[in-house]
């Protein structure tokens, strides 16, 4: 079995990792980290690291969803106005009248 020697990501102290690994727990100062595999290359990342990078996806599709929300909402809203005003507008031909609307 291969050994890679690494630097924690945590503590910078000197390490061996073993190929197959993907966690490690640094003898040093204890702190569990990934081991990251990229073609040839081995490297540590601290599980905070992910973490935050798991924890903006996360923010991200949660924006994104509530964006969607706010879009739906203004379809109603605008579409219940629609509605309203039409309404007025038959009231008004009834009746004869006009009402125009007051600027903002």
Do not use: W
């Given at each position: 079995?291969?050994v890679?020697s690494?630097?924690c990501?945590c503590?910078?102290?000197?390490?061996?990792?073993?190929?197959?690994a993907?966690?490690?727990?640094?003898s040093?100062?204890?702190?569990q980290?990934?081991?990251?595999?990229?073609g040839?290359?081995?490297?540590?990342?601290?599980i905070?690291?992910l973490?935050?990078?798991?924890k903006v996806g996360?923010?991200?599709?949660?924006?994104?969803?509530?964006?969607?929300r706010?879009?739906?909402?203004i379809?109603?809203?605008?579409k219940?106005?629609?509605q309203?005003?039409?309404?007025?507008?038959?009231?008004d031909d009834?009746?004869?009248?006009?009402?125009k609307?007051t600027?903002?």
């Open positions: 079995m291969k890679f690494l630097i990501a503590c910078g102290a000197a390490v061996e990792v073993e190929e197959s993907n966690l490690y727990k640094c040093y100062c204890g702190a980290q990934v081991v990251e595999h990229s040839d290359v081995i490297s540590l990342k601290k905070e690291t973490l935050d990078d798991v996360a923010n991200r599709a949660a924006s994104g969803l509530a964006l969607q706010l879009l739906n909402d379809a109603i809203i605008e219940s106005r629609d309203e005003l039409a309404q007025l507008k038959a009231a009834q009746n004869n009248v006009s009402v609307p600027p903002s």
